[in-house]
């Protein structure tokens, strides 16, 4: 029995993101690609690797992922410092890109972002 795989999209943002990431970390698209066929058939929040936002106020499912591999961080592993944000639509079996940050750029998460988008 073949699992059925989720679909990935990302938002407009994301995307900018990314692009931004990618003149520091040239490996970040391989990288997000491995990444990307973990969550197409294990999208849930898998404890240290992930977590769930919790205090958004949202019924959609959004997820952190703090563990990212980045072989342009040369011996760091998955402690790149990488931070990908998604939300998760197990029923309809799709998971949005919202957001990507090193942990040294900022803090925390943009959660005017994430209402905007998911209200």
Avoid: W
């Amino acid at each position: 029995m073949k699992l059925k795989k989720n679909e990935l999209d990302e938002l407009a943002e994301f995307e900018k993101d990314l692009k931004s990431l990618l003149k520091k970390y040239r490996t970040l698209n391989d990288d997000l690609d491995v990444l990307k066929q973990v969550l197409e058939v294990m999208p849930d929040e898998r404890a240290p690797f992930s977590f769930r936002i919790d205090n958004l106020g949202l019924e959609t499912s959004i997820i952190k992922v703090k563990k990212i591999a980045c072989k342009a961080l040369k011996g760091r592993g998955v402690n790149s410092g990488l931070r990908l944000i998604y939300a998760c639509f197990p029923e309809e079996r799709k998971i949005i890109f919202i957001e990507l940050y090193h942990k040294n750029d900022k803090e925390n998460e943009d959660r005017k972002r994430i209402a905007d988008h998911f209200k």
